[in-house]
């Protein structure tokens, strides 16, 4: 289900109002002395907001022009924690944090090999991704470093927990665009990068490095019920404990269209947080 957003103003998750308007292409020649005052005010946001911020460990962008409601994605992983902090490089704030993540790989993609999955588990459907990522961003460009190291598992000797046999390990790195949602307010961001993965069973052939691109979702509320945005539809159970839903929508996705918005799924939350989600395409 998803709706489209209107004329409603957004609340990113940097507190900047986010409104289905065109961007003024002028943006990028700001001077340095603006850039370094959007660095200082974006700082004081964080700051207030942390718990609400995405760290750009493992992402992927999908593409523009994918239909909504149409899964081009490869696999997709969710932020469940993050610790970050803001530092100083010479005149430029950077932002720096480290994410748990964790999240599923549909089969016969390089995160879960078809053969390699056969040989551990026939029956799996999808293998699981865990994953540690840290980024660096440089806060008056929105640009910056990532890495991380993952873990690939399928289920092993409780099929009621989550899955444990590790069938693949690996590590990846590359760039990020965090400008979206540093500089305009809008929650989404972009990454490039290079995944290299290892075979737990010792299968070279299961073992190499891929390219990947994706793009990442920061959720969001708008202040409005739920029922002006999507009227009288059937809506996920999702854990609102957090959330005030008399004042706001339920937490959202922006899709790619930058104009219909989705509700974030109930297994989308992690501790009854709405989280980050990337979604990893190959």
Not at 126 to 147: H, K, P, Q, R, V
Request: proline share 7%; charged share 20%; aromatic share 8%.
């Amino acid at each position: 289900m998803f709706r489209r957003f209107g004329s409603f103003a957004i609340r990113s998750p940097f507190g900047t109002r986010l409104a289905p308007t065109p961007v003024a292409r002028n943006r990028g020649l700001q001077s340095s002395s603006h850039r370094r005052a959007n660095a200082s005010d974006t700082e004081t946001n964080m700051r207030a907001m942390t718990h609400r911020l995405a760290a750009v460990g493992f992402a992927v962008l999908v593409c523009a022009t994918t239909p909504a409601g149409v899964r081009a994605e490869s696999a997709r992983l969710y932020e469940m924690t993050e610790n970050m902090r803001i530092t100083s490089r010479g005149d430029f704030k950077q932002r720096r944090a480290t994410s748990q993540l964790i999240g599923t790989a549909d089969v016969g993609t390089p995160l879960c090999p078809e053969a390699l999955v056969a040989a551990v588990n026939p029956q799996a459907k999808s293998c699981t991704i865990n994953a540690t990522g840290s980024d660096d961003i440089n806060l008056a460009t929105g640009l910056g470093d990532f890495g991380g190291t993952f873990t690939v598992v399928v289920p092993g000797d409780n099929p009621v927990d989550s899955p444990e046999w590790v069938v693949l390990t690996g590590s990846f790195r590359g760039k990020m665009d965090f400008s979206p949602a540093i500089l305009l307010g809008v929650p989404l961001g972009h990454v490039t990068g290079t995944l290299q993965t290892k075979s737990a069973r010792h299968d070279h052939r299961q073992s190499g490095a891929f390219p990947f691109t994706g793009t990442f979702r920061l959720p969001f509320v708008l202040p409005v019920p739920d029922q002006a945005l999507f009227g009288n539809a059937v809506l996920p159970l999702t854990p609102m404990d957090r959330y005030d839903i008399t004042r706001t929508t339920r937490p959202l996705y922006l899709l790619d269209d930058m104009a219909n918005v989705i509700p974030v799924q109930a297994s989308e939350f992690g501790a009854g947080w709405a989280t980050v989600k990337f979604e990893i395409s190959f």
